[in-house]
């Protein structure tokens, strides 16, 4: 599915490897969530912040 590849930049992929197995996880509208099997390794969760909503900032 192209929308779940998106998740796996560059970046991402030589951090943790190829995915053996992904599903994307319901989330909210301002983020994508997949739980992910890379080969070889443990399950992760990944987030993906769609909409820079959930960067910690306040805004006043």
Request: aromatic share 4%; no cysteine; hydrophobic share 30%.
């Amino acid at each position: 599915m192209p929308e779940e590849r998106d998740a796996f930049n560059e970046a991402l992929l030589s951090t943790v490897g190829t995915p053996e197995q992904t599903e994307l996880l319901d989330s909210s509208p301002r983020s994508r969530v997949w739980r992910v099997r890379p080969a070889g390794r443990q399950l992760l969760i990944v987030k993906q912040i769609t909409d820079g909503g959930d960067t910690g900032g306040n805004d006043a």
